[in-house]
């Protein structure tokens, strides 16, 4: 463990690092890791934007527990490890911050441009007439459409649905497009079945392609939309730091594997690699 930490402390410490993280960076500002460290699956199974468009029922299911799921969602806060990775971007260190999240956390810890590979929560897309506006404002009318929507949270995943009863799900009402009247709203984030926009992932791989090293943070790579990343670092002869509790998909592609929990580790890998810069970088470089 010390020796890999020395390894990512000197990947870190050279610059250059473009980070990809996942739900792991996140479980410790409260929100769920569905693949986490037990390797545990999700109680159900995650919804797709095909079933999200085509059946009602299913869509009726997802707004009910994403309104309930929303309220831990916007009250989370970013941990140690969120604030971490600012500071290496601070510091110069780290280029760029690739997030499969879609919490928005790594914004609220002061990482600038935080590319955010499958979108946001606290976004949300028109269908039809292609406006995006505040979760907040929908969620307002949410609460407005159902004021006696009472319902025990019971677990929430990170994309912000919760476990609920059949009959509470049929009491809910979701509501509309509030610009256009009649449009389908969607949350602003890619769903299973749908993929990312090709600008978004083309900017993902230049900035792949032009670092130094890949640092994978909290993401099991379970998904092709985040490994292929790291699968392109690797044919390209980046070296992949994986800093995740339990073993990921991309193992096979790591120069180095760091099994910590984030919140603890990422500010020591901060604190030595600022200790080390401080003593071996000549002025300059
Ligand atoms: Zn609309």
Redesign the pocket.
């Known amino acids: 463990m010390t020796q890999s930490l020395d390894v990512l402390t000197s990947l870190v410490a050279a610059g250059g690092v473009v980070v990809l993280s996942g739900a792991g960076l996140s479980t410790e500002s409260g929100i769920p890791d569905y693949r986490g460290p037990s390797g545990v699956a999700r109680r159900h199974t995650p919804m797709t934007f095909q079933a999200f468009t085509r059946d009602p029922l299913a869509r009726r299911r997802y707004w009910a527990r994403s309104h309930l799921g929303w309220r831990l969602i916007a009250g989370a806060a970013p941990n140690a490890g969120h604030r971490a990775v600012a500071g290496l971007q601070d510091a110069g260190l780290v280029d760029a911050v690739i997030t499969q999240n879609v919490d928005g956390l790594h914004g609220a810890a002061g990482s600038p441009s935080v590319i955010e590979l499958h979108g946001r929560l606290d976004e949300v897309t ?6 995006l506006t505040s979760r907040e404002e929908l969620d307002r009318r949410l609460r407005e459409a159902n004021p006696d929507f009472v319902a025990q949270v019971a677990a929430v995943n990170p994309d912000g649905d919760v476990d609920l009863p059949d009959e509470q799900v049929a009491a809910f009402r979701p509501v ?8 389908m ?1 969607k949350p602003d984030v890619v769903f299973f079945g749908e993929t990312v926009p090709a600008q978004r992932v083309a900017r993902c791989f230049a900035a792949v392609e032009a670092a130094r090293s890949l640092v994978v943070l909290g993401s099991s790579l379970t998904v092709m939309s985040g490994r292929r990343f790291v699968i392109r670092a690797a044919k390209r002869g980046i070296p992949v730091a994986i800093v995740n509790q339990g073993p990921t998909r991309g193992d096979g592609h790591a120069t180095v594997r760091v099994d910590a929990p984030l919140g603890a580790l990422l500010p020591q890998l901060a604190a030595r690699v600022a200790g080390g810069a401080v003593a071996a970088a000549p002025a300059g470089v």
């Open positions: 028109c269908l039809d007439c292609g406006n509309d497009c509030g610009i256009c009247g009649t449009g709203l």
